[in-house]
């Protein structure tokens, strides 16, 4: 699967920047198929950072979401900052 098919886009909800500021973590929307291995890839490689861990669900919608969450060198603001999300 394409590192970009992998990972749709971050979310940028209240509860999402809650948790990026709490947790150094970022809230994606990801392929309905694809698994932790596949999104801890597809993530180092598009933002050249380190992942610690991932949590996978899928909501209500129907759409699978990944918490991502960093390395302490790579803080979850400066990421959403490159992205222009803050």
């Known amino acids: ?3 970009y098919q992998t990972v749709k886009f971050p979310l940028s ?3 999402a920047v809650r948790v ?3 947790e150094n973590k970022l809230i994606f ?4 198929k694809a ?5 801890r890839k597809a993530v ?23 918490y991502v969450k960093f ?7 400066d990421i959403t900052t490159k992205l222009g999300l803050m």
């Open 71 to 77: 390395s302490a060198d790579h803080p979850a603001i």
């Open 1 to 3: 699967m394409n590192t």
């Open 35 to 39: 698994n932790k291995i596949e999104i």
């Open 20 to 22: 990026m500021q709490a």
């Open 44 to 66: 180092e490689e598009i933002f050249k950072v380190k992942v610690v861990k991932i949590n996978t669900l899928i909501d209500r919608d129907g759409n699978k979401r990944a």
């Open 13 to 15: 909800t209240e509860k």
């Open 29 to 32: 929307v990801v392929d309905k």
